[in-house]
């Protein structure tokens, strides 16, 4: 499943076909539209200088925070404060909606921009801790990929970002593997 928080860490991103390719989408503005597209959020494109080193060194941290949860750590006092510091950068107005009987209270940024968008990151970061299972979150197992992701199955055992792509390809790389074994046994023999 994609959540905020994770789509903001792949950001990152490692040709998980192994050939050693990486790529830093964070500061291409056409990852920054799609991002603030598929998550209706408003911040300008491209993405300021000073902006792009804060969003990076959020990501390190978080980046370094989701991995340590996903190998069965717990939070720490310094993660919290990680979270609430993002937290902090927002500004929020309260606002009813609505007629009696069908009033929505919305919380509505008072300024649009990366401040807004980083706090809406530790938002969705904390609602996975919140409503979620931290024991969901996982790093893909091919180790060339690393993807980020929140395992949504029922029984919890999705090791793969892509059953299809990564997933296939370490059955191929173990096959390959048992072959050589057997190949390298049967010359000894
Ligand atoms: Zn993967």
Redesign the pocket.
């Known amino acids: 499943m994609e959540t905020l928080w994770s789509d903001f860490l792949n950001s990152e991103w490692h040709d ?1 076909r192994g050939n050693g390719r990486s790529e830093d989408r964070l500061e291409k503005p056409a990852w920054q539209e799609r991002f603030l597209s598929d998550w209706h959020l408003v911040a300008s494109v491209p993405m300021p200088a000073e902006e792009a080193s804060a969003m990076r060194h959020f990501r390190e941290r978080l980046h370094l925070l989701a991995v340590r949860l996903a190998d069965g750590d717990g939070m720490e006092d310094g993660d919290w404060q990680l979270l609430n510091e993002h937290l902090a950068l927002d500004v929020v107005n309260r606002r009813l909606i609505g007629e009696p009987g069908a009033v929505r209270l919305v919380y509505v940024p008072v300024m649009e921009d990366w401040r807004h968008v980083r706090a809406e990151i530790a938002v969705s970061f904390g609602q996975t801790l919140l409503e979620g299972e931290k024991a969901r979150i996982r790093v ?1 197992d ?1 180790p060339d ?1 690393r ?1 980020i992701f929140y395992d949504d199955t029922r029984n919890r055992t999705k090791k ?3 059953e299809k ?2 997933g296939n390809l370490m059955k191929v790389r173990r096959f390959r593997a048992r072959k050589k074994a057997g190949e390298e046994q049967g010359e000894e023999s």
Do not use: R
């Open positions: 998980w893909c091919n990929c993807w793969y970002c892509d792509m990564c």
